[in-house]
């Protein structure tokens, strides 16, 4: 049985609880994170979540997502969960956390306080088919363009994290020559 991290607003443990629980209803506030790698050519991996994820199966997201486990930091299960879901890791930095709840048909809730990580891979991606159905590297224009057009796409935490974190991000294909 899995476990998730429930935390108060300050992220501060207040206990665990089992992972599928804490999804149901309204949910119940947990520590999660979202993990977004750009190549060196600026490019978004983005995935398509796979048909048999419990919350947004088969929509658009970011690299990878998932909890961290009691005593693990952000960091650690971001490289532990790019290797299980996408099949490389690579060295991570935090770029803030915000909280956010959001429902899922009838089905459950995301209530998590996450924490987003970035970091930079031009490597081969070998994904789990039980975690992503697809995956794509995306110029960071086209889905700004892609995410307005057609937002039931994509799940709404990228949406938000898009709009925190990376409003101001763009790839090398605008920037005037030196």
């Given at each position: 049985?899995?476990?998730?991290i429930l935390v108060d607003e300050a992220d501060k443990q207040v206990g665990l609880g ?89 089905v459950g809730s995301e209530n998590e306080l996450c924490s987003v990580l970035t970091g ?9 088919p039980d975690e992503a159905a697809e995956y794509s590297w995306v110029d960071f224009n ?37």
């Amino acid at each position: 049985m899995e476990y998730v991290i429930l935390v108060d607003e300050a992220d501060k443990q207040v206990g665990l609880g089992e992972k599928v629980a804490s999804h149901m209803g309204a949910g119940v506030l947990h520590r999660a994170f979202s993990v977004f790698i750009f190549n060196t050519k600026g490019e978004f991996l983005l995935q398509k979540r796979s048909a048999g994820k419990m919350l947004w199966p088969l929509f658009w997201t970011n690299t990878c997502c998932s909890h961290p486990r009691e005593g693990e930091d952000y960091q650690a299960a971001g490289q532990r969960r790019l290797q299980e879901e996408m099949g490389f890791t690579c060295e991570l930095s935090p770029v803030g956390s915000f909280i956010y709840h959001a429902s899922y048909e009838d089905v459950g809730s995301e209530n998590e306080l996450c924490s987003v990580l970035t970091g930079t891979y031009d490597g081969a991606v070998v994904p789990d088919p039980d975690e992503a159905a697809e995956y794509s590297w995306v110029d960071f224009n086209e889905l700004k363009k892609d995410v307005a057009a057609h937002p039931e796409k994509y799940t709404p935490w990228f949406k938000l994290e898009l709009t925190q974190f990376f409003a101001d991000a763009k790839d090398g294909a605008d920037e005037e020559p030196v």
